[in-house]
């Protein structure tokens, strides 16, 4: 057994080896920690040698776990040490210990520097290797033009020149103006000339960040990175030591391919007949193998190749190839190819023509569900996912509904969504939509959100056809013997409005219905005795004549809940057992539920959020939103009285609490009652809905997302006010653009435009806006109150785009200056339009892009909220426990201190909400609050007028109920404080605006406020919250 | 982007935690602990792909091997191939086998050391930097003269009473 060569590091490994139990271990550590530190403050004796075997040691305990929180400047100290072996480990435990911006790493900048610029290359080495561990804002500026120099010297050897690649693209990442993009153009081209294939592999891992940002620049190194694969494919002039099992460098071919994918296209026909020449033959010459590594390596290959056949669009013939291979991988006994094949095949979606013939695999796919592995079966659920359609829909589904009940915990809810989905958006009939989402219900009802059982009830409302279908259904199901709480709601309500078109079935009395469902009642929870009430007071309205026995049954049971400590429950009680006494008045208020309102289903927004936001849209998404079409052409071919409902049709936005607020407020027609935490009645009056919605709905699409409000009633009003607004447009202002979204072009996005704002709100780069002739990116780098945006504008076309034109128009807390934007943009071009922003002061107030541009004859403008939002000058900041406290108690009560209790929260757990709130910059800092359930949050905010002020942020969740928190937000600025809360609170609550607004129906004008109060959103926000 | 390297053993015992994006300690511990759970409820025979949304965060993945007592994981985002991940993890294994001669779990206990030196050769800054075993060896093998040849001369006249001392 070789040994580490320090005699001390391995007794101290063996030692913490032969402890029996984590408590030995830890006194051995603490012990050894102890006798470290001493060393350390007795510095005469330490020499080198023990300074770098200590150095280990602390190493060695930092990777068991334990926090080293001394000796760091000791380490960093031997960077600077004169001889190899201290400066080696100098560097390799500063690099594995501190952060980038470590202050100690400012003490050694110019060491580090020497050693780079210095004629040793293997201390150039090491110092290379830890800028490029380490990356850091500070090495970028003042190290990337040694590194460089580095890269493209001739003398030094490809050991330094390899690394100098990878360092410079840390940097690179970390600062990109350090490659000035004029210059490095032609520089990357020569670079692609190397051929020395491991200083090649760095730098194509260069090429491909480089490329990434910025296409344009780069279309001269194309031909050369075919040349590259040429060379590989064919083996010509590839040293042995770079064939791994056979093969030329897979990683160099994988690299080179995944480089060749950011190119919209390749023009040239030489270049594109050379490069399709080497995928053909990868993929004609790709055989599954015996020897696993070989495989691996000529699979990593030919995926890639795939990948690329897929980007570039090829032929149908080798687009038909590439499916026929996929189709056979995904038959293979080795896993990994089943499961990449699985993976490709989703891609493969996106390929227009080829669904059909990926449809053939359809048997295989499903025998996958069933495949040992969970990332196989995880993979083959979103391939049937993707590929289903009317065609198949049934068929899926139902496998989908088996599969439930073998499937592992972990993906039940997932599945169960996805079965709901589709079973709504294929439904061949309407009646097999209800079965399969009550099958659901009753088969992993855990597994099933509520938001799945509002939207059966939803459908059934709006369509009459389905109302006897369904009830009997319901009264089936309360015939078994134990039942999900989730059934015993659905089953209720629908009883409750349609059991008297049953009447005259068996068992389907009135009498009959309750007793069924009154067998529940001991053993429900309180939510859904709320249901049950509501159902009792329905079926007592039914019961005509009336049947005074249970008449008095049912009263008895409303008396008895008269006293119930639930406020919602008690008050139901009481108002339905009065009501129901005063006869034929009971049937206005309890009239059949009115029909729902047009809106999306909030599952496909929920399965959307599952999915991961990765650079490159997952291919499942595109496709729900084609299918989304699909589904539009299929209901209207039914004839006009179709029983399929217009919901299917029109998506709009529906928030999940609004329709059981809506269900309960207008079930019982009566102003909502809500307990606060201390038990007072606290009135929520539904939302006024005119002036609620008029938020939602007007400033949705313009500025501001909307509170989650209930939006039921609303719908209609809304239209009114913006038609209130187009009257007067000369007082309407900046509101004009509340038509964004309506405006007539022909042209549509392809992409969510609200999702996309929603997604750039919590990230700094990203598609803000695309349609099938133009894209349109962001990146954005903050610092402080500045901000510096690059907006990207590429054309798709293979011609030019003319009469562009982008105006930013700011809101008056934001300076904006948009750089010039060219008129023309040349076919398959990208340029790029640098923003500067500065930050005046704390508001949610947007700014808005507006944006047009000329294609042919058509005219395609634009308005776009632009994501430069209150959280993009934040920083987060770590605060400990002594200074959290004093500031905390010091910012007491309003304005400076603000609370609110928050319902209808998206449940999140609560690392999902720290992640969000990292996202939104702050600092989660645990420790802080001894309640596991609260978190606490700092981070500061700049403005030009508040420059940098400390924010402190604690949110009380609750463990039983998810959907409300109460948020205490404290800073040293009013309007900061408040702008803050509300800023955390749309991202904890917004389930934001998907799809425009209906078209706007000419209705007359009723707006209870004058337009005028609406020019600043911000102000009318602030009003009516 | 190469996010994390660990290497672990089948108890969940780190033996080498490489991380290229910075964690504090208990993060690192905690992803680490992640890791494992997801592992070792993986039966031999499958797939050595998982997704690792839920430790790493959107679009991570992680591919691991499981060599005798040990698990070597490489965390990565969507940038890079799956299966050229795993060959790297090969690489890191045969380089590993060729420097220990027959490698097993002590080796990299007692030269944790060590597997950092190899390691950096063989990925730099979250980037594939070499793929050629031999080129990797040699790099090592140049590393290793440099620290014997001037520790000689460096430490033993001043440190001879403390390496027979204890």
């Not at chain 1, 279309?219 to 040349?227: A, D, M, S, T, Y």
């Not at chain 1, 209207?636 to 399929?644: E, I, K, Y």
């Not at chain 1, 005028?1012 to 102000?1019: E, K, S, V």
């Not at chain 2, 299966?83 to 060729?98: F, K, N, S, Y």
Request: charged share 25%.
């Amino acid at each position: 057994m070789a040994l580490s060569g320090m005699r001390g590091l391995s007794v101290f490994i063996s030692d913490v080896r032969n402890c029996q139990n984590k408590e030995q271990e830890r006194l051995r550590v603490d012990k050894e920690l102890g006798n470290i530190r001493t060393r350390f403050k007795n510095e005469k004796g330490l020499s080198p040698y023990e300074k770098k075997k200590y150095v280990w040691k602390m190493l060695y305990i930092y990777m068991l776990g334990y926090d080293v929180d001394f000796g760091h400047t000791e380490t960093v100290s031997l960077i600077s040490a004169p001889k190899y072996p201290e400066k080696q480990v100098g560097y390799i435990v500063t690099s594995c210990l501190l952060n980038e911006n470590h202050d100690f790493l400012r003490m050694v900048i110019n060491t580090v520097r020497n050693d780079i610029v210095g004629r040793n290359e293997t201390f150039q080495c090491l110092a290379l290797t830890m800028v490029g561990n380490i990356g850091g804002k500070e090495f970028s500026e003042s190290l990337a033009p040694d590194v460089q120099k580095l890269l493209i010297s001739s003398s030094c050897r490809p050991l330094v020149r390899k690394k100098a690649a990878l360092c410079l693209l840390r940097l690179y990442r970390k600062n990109p103006d350090v490659v000035n993009v004029d210059g490095w153009s032609d520089r990357m081209s020569q670079l692609l000339d190397e051929r020395d294939l491991g200083v090649l592999t760095s730098v194509m891992s260069l090429f491909v960040a480089l490329v990434s940002s910025n296409i344009e620049a780069y279309w001269n190194c194309l031909p050369k990175c075919v040349k590259i694969l040429e060379r590989l494919a064919r083996n010509q002039d590839v040293p042995q030591e770079y064939t791994y099992y056979g093969i030329p460098s897979p990683w160099l071919q994988v690299k080179t391919m995944r480089a060749l994918q950011y190119f919209p296209t390749i023009e040239d026909p030489n270049t594109r007949r050379a490069l399709f020449e080497v995928l053909q033959r990868i993929l004609m010459g790709t055989d599954v193998v015996k020897n696993v590594n070989k495989n691996n390596a000529a699979h990593a290959v030919l995926f890639e190749a795939l990948a690329l056949v897929m980007h570039l669009d090829a032929e149908k013939e080798m687009m038909s190839q590439c499916v026929a291979l996929l189709g056979k991988f995904i038959a293979v006994r080795e896993p990994n190819i089943r499961y990449l094949g699985l993976e490709n095949m989703t891609r493969m979606l996106l390929v227009s023509d080829v669904q059909d013939i990926i449809k053939r695999h359809q048997a295989q796919i499903i025998t996958s569900l069933k495949d040992p592995d969970i990332s196989i079966r995880r993979r083959a659920l979103d391939l049937l996912y993707g590929m289903c359609d009317v065609t198949n829909a049934k068929d899926i589904v139902e496998e989908l509904l088996q599969y439930l009940n073998t499937a592992d915990f972990t993906m039940r809810e997932e599945l169960a969504l996805k079965a709901a989905i589709l079973a709504e958006k294929f439904a061949p009939d309407l009646s097999w939509y209800v079965d399969v989402i009550l099958q659901l219900i009753d088969k992993a009802g855990d597994f099933v959100s509520d938001d799945i059982w509002y939207r059966v009830v939803q459908f059934v409302t709006n369509n009459e056809d389905l109302q006897p279908y369904a009830a009997a259904k319901a009264r089936e199901y309360l015939e078994k013997p134990a039942l999900h709480e989730t059934m015993v709601k659905v089953s209720a309500y629908l009883l409750g409005e349609y059991s008297h078109l049953l009447a005259r079935r068996p068992g389907c009395s009135p009498k009959e219905i309750f007793a069924i469902i009154n067998e529940k009642l001991p053993t429900v929870a309180t939510s859904t005795v709320a249901i049950l009430l509501s159902t009792y007071a329905k079926i007592l309205m039914h019961n005509l004549p009336p049947d005074p026995e249970l008449q008095e049954q049912i009263w008895s049971i409303f008396r008895k809940y008269e006293s119930y400590i639930d406020v919602e429950i008690q008050q139901r009680a009481v108002e339905y057992f009065s009501l129901s006494r005063k006869g034929a008045a009971l049937v206005d208020v309890l009239a059949e539920m009115p029909k729902f309102p047009e809106r999306q289903s909030a599952l496909l927004k929920k399965a959307e959020d599952a999915e991961v936001d990765t650079a490159e849209q997952s291919a499942i998404k595109i496709r729900s939103q084609q299918q989304t079409s699909n589904a539009l052409v299929v209901t209207d071919q039914r004839p006009a009285n179709g029983s399929l409902p217009v919901s299917q049709l029109g998506l709009v936005r529906m928030p999940s609490q609004n329709m059981e607020a809506s269900t309960q407020g207008q079930a019982s027609s009566r102003e909502e009652g809500m307990t606060d935490e201390n038990g007072s009645i606290n009135k929520v009056v539904p939302q006024d809905a005119s002036t609620a919605d008029l938020l939602g709905d007007l400033l949705g699409p313009l500025a501001i997302e909307g509170p989650q409000v209930p939006t039921v009633p609303g719908e209609q009003k809304d239209k009114n006010l913006l038609s209130a607004l187009e009257a007067t447009p000369e007082e309407a202002g900046p509101l004009a653009l509340a038509t964004v979204d309506d405006q007539p072009n022909s042209v549509q996005p392809i992409v969510n435009i609200a999702e996309r704002f929603n997604a750039l709100c919590l990230k700094d780069s990203g598609v803000l806006y695309e349609d099938p002739h133009i894209q349109i990116g962001i990146k954005a780098e903050w610092r402080a109150h500045h901000g510096r945006l690059v907006l990207f504008l590429g054309n798709k076309n293979t011609s030019p785009l003319v009469s562009v034109r982008a105006l930013i128009l700011p809101p008056t807390h934001l300076k904006m200056e948009l750089s010039m934007v060219p008129e023309t943009i040349p076919p398959r071009a990208q340029v790029q339009c640098p923003l500067e922003v500065v930050n005046l002061r704390a508001s949610r107030d947007l700014a808005v892009l507006d944006f047009s541009y000329k294609f042919g004859t058509a005219v395609v403008n634009v308005k776009l909220r632009f994501p430069v939002v209150l959280n993009k000058f934040l920083q987060p900041i770590l605060v400990s426990a002594e200074e959290f406290f004093p500031q905390w108690k010091s910012l007491s009560g309003p304005p400076l201190k603000l609370q609110e209790v928050i319902r209808g929260v998206k449940p999140l757990s609560l690392p999902e909400m720290a992640n969000l709130f990292t996202s939104l910059h702050l600092a989660v800092t645990p420790g802080i609050d001894a309640n596991p359930n609260n978190l606490v949050a700092c981070t500061t905010f700049y403005s030009e007028s508040t420059r940098a002020m400390l924010c402190l942020i604690r949110v009380e969740t609750d463990p039983s109920d998810r959907t409300q928190l109460r948020i205490t937000i404290a800073s040293g600025d009013p309007t900061l404080t408040f702008e803050l809360k509300e800023c955390i609170k749309e991202h904890l609550v917004s389930i934001p605006m998907q799809t425009p607004p209906p078209a706007v129906s000419p209705v007359q004008p009723q707006s209870p406020v004058s337009p005028a109060a609406y020019n600043d959103p911000g102000a009318m926000l602030a009003g009516l919250l | 982007m190469i996010r994390a390297v660990i290497v672990m053993n089948t108890q969940g015992k780190p033996r080498l935690l490489k991380f290229y994006e910075f964690q504090p300690p208990e993060k690192q511990q905690e992803l680490t602990r992640s890791v494992f759970a997801v592992l070792s409820g993986r039966p031999d025979n499958v797939s050595n792909f998982v997704e690792a949304d839920a430790i790493f965060g959107p679009g991570t993945r992680l591919v691991y091997k499981h060599l005798a007592t040990l698990y070597f994981v490489f965390v990565f985002d969507s940038c890079e191939n799956e299966l050229a991940m795993l060959d790297l993890i090969q690489v890191l294994v045969e380089t590993l086998d060729r420097c220990f001669k027959n490698v097993c779990e002590l080796d990299i206990v007692f030269n944790f050391n060590k597997m950092h030196t190899i390691l950096d050769e063989i990925i730099f800054g979250g980037q594939v930097l070499e793929t050629s075993s031999e080129r990797v060896l040699k790099a090592v093998e140049e590393i290793s003269r440099l620290e014997k040849s001037s520790s000689s001369v460096s430490f033993v006249p001043k440190s001879v009473s403390g390496r027979f001392g204890r």
